[in-house]
């Protein structure tokens, strides 16, 4: 059982914070740090080993992925740096209702990477907030039996005790109008109390996704000032503490909901949290690197929250890494600009983590400099339907209310949408005809923030079904191969 938790600056030069946990009289020093998440939905991918050099050139030490992808974890084989694999919410129900599936998923997801000079993975999430209550319960009788089976897997293949499992949950499993009365949805306190337990009696944190600029997307009447850390005019009074921004209200809500089921010291890691920088309104570059910065100084400050005085988080994983255009926009446009670098590696704005500012990815090789423009002397009437059929292939979401592209003109924005289309087809000449409508141009039609791209030649992913399709898929070769597995075993 944590009995107590307490945090000290290391050095600044690197940013890290050192907790010292205590679970049942033994000492754990666990160093803490900035990580970040690195998703991989999209039309323009690094290379992984590109991608790897980018975190060791910036001193990332931490990364968290949404599942376990072979060539993100052969790339960070050898490098030192801590990993977070997951097992994505459409395999827990094979995980949960077979040992076999677990046994296998563990040897080829886990295992394989665990050798002298491998991959250094410390942690697999059981699902990605499979509480999400708009998921309306579909995932959440899966987790537990997953988690069961997932640990006497892990057992098996002698790793109980050098990985942990954790479950990343949204910050709607918990709620309340004051941090002091927090408490899990009334529909996930037992399954919330089993999972506590278990995390607790394997020294296992409690991980959380935290995300002030959704509060402040979806409530007009939310003050854009306690989204940030700047200080705030509409702070909030709850009994003798006072929040002055929405991070650390939400944050002890938390802290409120873990203590009401006896487990208030709890060690706390932020799964994602960050600031998209374009694709609606107050999604930008400032509003991105003022809301990061100051995330990241109130976390080293080694300040904590009025629930939680001088202990941060563990560990705070940044979303995300690089932007992902091909991600779904169901929740807003904004969800393809969360990176704090572009999709080419490069630093979208200054940002210390710790340790000096960002510095780029080196070598990123680009197709060709030209770009698919629409042909000025040409008749645009009938552009309408290519123009969805290019933006339907490619992220045009620049374009729409608030996004970085929104003033550039209707002209403008065609051309946005034919150089988008152009460039996710690696420019293949024919992708610029738009029966005869578009043309290829030499000379870069950037207008001012608005960024019109060239595309990376360093890897082809061709993505010809569904997002769906491909979870569906994944779930029925998993069954097969537990089918498999067990007729091998027979």
């Known amino acids: 059982m944590c009995k107590d938790i307490i945090l000290t600056t290391t050095s600044a030069a690197v940013g890290l914070l050192l907790m010292v946990v205590v679970f049942g009289g033994s000492v754990h020093f666990v160093e803490s740090a900035i990580g970040v998440n690195w998703g991989t939905v999209s039309n323009h991918r690094l290379s992984p080993s590109t991608v790897v050099d980018l975190l060791k050139v910036n001193k990332i030490q931490k990364v968290k992925l949404f599942d376990a992808d072979q060539d993100c974890l052969r790339a960070l084989m050898g490098s030192g740096i801590e990993v977070m694999v997951g097992v994505s919410n459409d395999l827990l129900a094979a995980v949960s209702s077979s040992t076999a599936a677990s046994d296998l998923w563990v040897s080829?997801?886990?295992?394989?990477?665990?050798?002298?000079?491998?991959?250094?993975?410390?942690?697999?999430?059981?699902?990605?907030?499979?509480?999400?209550?708009?998921?309306?319960?579909?995932?959440?009788?899966?987790?537990?039996?997953?988690?069961?089976?997932?640990?006497?897997?892990?057992?098996?293949?002698?790793?109980?005790?050098?990985?942990?499992?954790?479950?990343?949950?949204?910050?709607?499993?918990?709620?309340?109008?004051?941090?002091?009365?927090?408490?899990?949805?009334p529909e996930l306190t037992q399954i919330m109390t089993d999972l506590v337990t278990f995390l607790n009696s394997n020294g296992s944190p409690f991980i959380v996704n935290i995300y002030p600029f959704l509060s402040l997307y979806g409530n007009s009447d939310f003050p854009q000032d306690y989204a940030f850390f700047e200080g705030t005019t509409h702070s909030v009074t709850d009994g003798p503490n006072v929040y002055y921004n929405a991070f650390d209200g939400n944050y002890d809500t938390l802290v409120s909901a873990l203590n009401k089921l006896g487990f208030g010291q709890m060690p706390i890691v932020i799964g994602e949290v960050g600031w998209p920088t374009d694709g609606a309104v107050n999604a930008n570059v400032n509003a991105a690197r003022l809301f990061n910065q100051g995330l990241i100084n109130h976390v080293l400050s080694n300040k904590g929250t009025p629930l939680r005085p001088g202990q941060p988080p563990m560990d705070i994983y940044l979303f995300g890494l690089l932007d992902e255009e091909a991600k779904s926009v169901l929740p807003g446009s904004f969800e393809r600009h969360w990176g704090i670098f572009s999709f080419d590696g490069q630093a979208k704005y200054p940002l210390n983590l710790g340790n000096g500012l960002l510095r780029n990815a080196e070598n990123v090789q680009y197709l060709p400099s030209r770009w698919c423009v629409a042909d000025p002397f040409k008749d645009l009437s009938g552009v309408e339907e290519h123009v969805k059929l290019a933006c339907a292939a490619a992220d045009c979401t620049n374009l729409n209310y608030g996004g970085s592209c929104n003033g550039i003109g209707e002209r403008g924005n065609i051309s946005y949408a034919f150089n988008s289309y152009y460039q996710v087809q690696k420019q293949n000449s024919r992708s610029c005809e738009f029966d005869g409508l578009g043309m290829i141009t030499f000379q870069n039609p950037s207008m001012g923030q608005c960024k019109f791209l060239v595309g990376v030649t360093e890897r082809v992913v061709t993505k010809r079904i569904s997002q769906g399709s491909r979870l569906h898929c994944r779930s029925v070769i998993l069954w097969l191969l537990v089918f498999c597995w067990g007729v091998l075993n027979l």
């Open 108 to 185: 080829q997801n886990v295992t394989r990477y665990m050798v002298r000079g491998g991959a250094n993975i410390k942690y697999i999430a059981v699902g990605n907030e499979p509480f999400l209550s708009s998921y309306g319960g579909q995932f959440q009788s899966y987790v537990m039996p997953a988690i069961t089976n997932l640990q006497q897997s892990l057992a098996k293949a002698n790793l109980a005790g050098r990985i942990k499992l954790v479950v990343p949950c949204n910050a709607d499993a918990y709620e309340a109008s004051l941090p002091s009365q927090g408490a899990f949805r």
